[in-house]
């Protein structure tokens, strides 16, 4: 799977970005995208406009960790791997038997976006499983993107020379759009376009960025790590079911 959003879609943190940035643009003429198809066949390509785009493909996939896309009221999902509490999540959702993790997924971001009682990183540490997923909201323009606690599915990030981002399975595609400010997606992890990147496991505390270097000795990318000293805010105030977690979160 690859998605590649525009920077004003979602700001790639700045600990992404290598000292030395190599001169790559994974959305100029379409040509990540272009790579990924020539790298994976019978590939679909979603252009999301100037937003940026999407990309599936089930060649080369892992059986036990299989791909899924997903598509309701201009929300676009790609998910990949397996939850466990799939029967409990359809039901706390309302979601006819049918429903796959990806539909899952829309689902549980909708009801955050429109009524959510209960914050985000609650939502996504509710989903049991080998899990990473990458979500857009083309009416809001808002990203939503996660991993599992143990990292279990290969999922990985960076920035191209414009500062936009990607995300994809695959990290030499990564790289190809990324050159050295990558790095893998940090685990139990998620990113939304307005609250940048914060830990489900760990909501109330600041993550750290840690650079990583190469064997060459560059750095190229930062992990990021729980600060179990610098505590969040507590919260994000709602107010009825006008609360846009979209647009606060």
Known sequence: MLAVFEKSVANSPEALRSPQPDSVTALKDGSLAKH??????????VNLGDAGLMAYSIDKQNPLLPRLFAVVDDIFCLFQGHIDNVALLKQQYGLNKAANEAIIVIEAYRTLRDRGPYPA?????DFQGKFAFILYDSSSKVTFVAGDADGSVPFFWGTDSEGHLVLSDDVEIVKKGCGKSFAPFPKGCFFTSSGGLRSFEHPLNELKPVPRVDSSGQ???ATFKVDAEAKKESGMPRVGS????????
């Open 36 to 45: 990924f198809g020539f790298l994976y066949s019978a590939s679909v390509t």
């Open 121 to 125: 990183d609650q939502v996504v540490r």
């Open 219 to 221: 750095v190229c990318g």
């Open 242 to 249: 006008a609360a846009n977690w979209s647009q606060n979160y």
